[in-house]
Every structure is written in C-alpha cells, then in structure tokens.
C-alpha cells in the first residue's frame, strides 16, 4: 500500500519583514484510496502545505519530512515529485503561450510514464475523459490556461487527473468559484479517479459544499499552521453549523 506522510512540517517564508513560520509541525498520513479534507480559515497555511508539497521555491521548511512510501519526497524536483506519482492542481496554473491543452497532456503523460503513449489508445483515453467532463472537442487545441475561465481551469486539472493517473492529489479550493453544475462534474471526475486507480486525495477547502460530492474520509481542522482537530466526515458537518471561530480563539489563547 502506498502512503504520503508528512511528520512534523515546520514551514516560514521570507518577507520584508523578515523570516515568516507558516506551518508550525504538520502530522498527516494519507494511504492510498483515502480522500483527507484538510479544512481551515482564510490564512491558517492550507495552500502553503499545497505548495510545500509541490516543491514551490518560495516556501523553505525548517524541519520535519514529507515522505511517499518512505522516499524524501522534499529531496526531489517538482519533476521528480510528478513522476514519483504526486499529482498537485496548481502546479500548472500559468498560461503556457503556444502549447495547445492536447500537446500538454502528452508531454506531461511521456514525462511521467518515462514513454510516450501508444497513440491510438492515448487519443481514445483524451476524448473519453474530455467527455467526463463535458469538455468540447475543441478545448484540446486552446492554449493551454489562455482565457480560461475559472471552471475550465478546474476541468483542465481534473482533466490532468484522469489522464496522468497519479499516486496521490493535491487538490487546493478546487471547489472555489464553481457552480453547482460544474463542481459536480469536477467532482465526478475525482471520483471515478478514485475508483479507477485507488488514488488518495488531500482535499483542501475552506467551505464543506464539496464534500457533498467527495467523501471524505478523514476531516482535519487546520487553523494557525497546525492540524488543530481531526475525525471523521461528521466533523465537516459540525464546521458547517459552528465554522471555525472555536479553534480560531484556542489557538489564540494557546499562542
Ligand atoms: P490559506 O491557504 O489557509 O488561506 P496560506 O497558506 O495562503 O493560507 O497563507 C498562510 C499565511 O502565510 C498567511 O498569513 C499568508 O498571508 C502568508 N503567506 C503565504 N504565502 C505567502 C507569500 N508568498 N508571501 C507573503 N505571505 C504569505
Ligand atoms: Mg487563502
Ligand atoms: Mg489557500
């Protein structure tokens, strides 16, 4: 079985104003075929735990280790870290000038499988999970991230998903600025993932709608840098009726 853990992540970034801690010791362990919603206010280091894992150059971890199947994961590129099975959404956020979606999703699948894809099976693969996802035919030769809108940047990441075929993903506020009718296909998309390939999921979110439509299986509160809570699906449902303000002020008190 494989397993992503984090051990005591200790994460800061440099300002201004000096050297910033975000992540103040991060203990999470995801197996394979888990989805973990990591849930937390606006500015408690949600994305800065996205990022460290992504390798991001902007973020340093002091101490602590992030491993997958007890290889450093912190030691690889973010190359590296894609082949090794980890899949992170905003790893691609950039418009990418002159690269349809079409040669992306290629480039990407030859770069991680080590060979390019039998061309027959991999132009069947595309256009099935383009239909998944309710993308039109003609999405493939966009420039990839140019104009897109917020939905089809999710779609193109859920997309990725369902073709890359990774260990692991990284899914940060997926969900945001999504209607209903799009956030349930991007999460069908993550489910049959799921189903497909046993994949685990972090799942981070500020809000519990999507949880609707991806199970969890395991709910982590995170607030001031640390996994202040965790339990199972029923504690996203008390954070829906009484929000986070509770571990907001114990972390105050406790700071
Ligand atoms: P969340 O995703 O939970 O909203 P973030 O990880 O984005 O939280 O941010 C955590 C804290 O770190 C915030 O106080 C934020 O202002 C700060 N922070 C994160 N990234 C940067 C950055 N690149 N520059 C300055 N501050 C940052
Ligand atoms: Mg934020
Ligand atoms: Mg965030």
Known sequence: MSTLAIRDLHVSIETDQGTKPILRGVDLTINEGETHAVMGPNGSGKSTLAYTIAGHPRYNVDSGSITLDGEDVLAMSVDERARAGLFLAMQYPVEIPGVTVSNFLRTAKTAIDGKSPAIRGWVKDVRQSMDNLRMDSAFAERNV???????????????????????????????????????????????????????????????????????????????????????????????????????????????
């Open 145 to 255: 991230n140019e104009g897109f809108s917020g939905g089809e940047k999710k779609r193109h990441e859920i997309l990725q998903l369902e073709l890359l075929k990774p260990r692991f993903a990284v899914l940060d506020e997926t969900d945001s600025g999504l209607d209903v009718d799009a956030l349930k296909i991007v999460s069908e998309g993550v489910n049959r993932a799921k189903d497909a390939t046993g994949l685990g999921v972090l799942l981070i979110t500020h809000y519990t709608r999507i949880l609707r439509y991806i199970k969890p299986d395991f709910v982590h509160v995170f607030v001031a840098g640390r996994v202040a809570e965790e339990g199972g699906p029923e504690l996203a449902d008390r954070l829906e009726d009484e929000g986070y303000d509770r571990y907001v002020s114990a972390a105050a008190a406790a700071s």
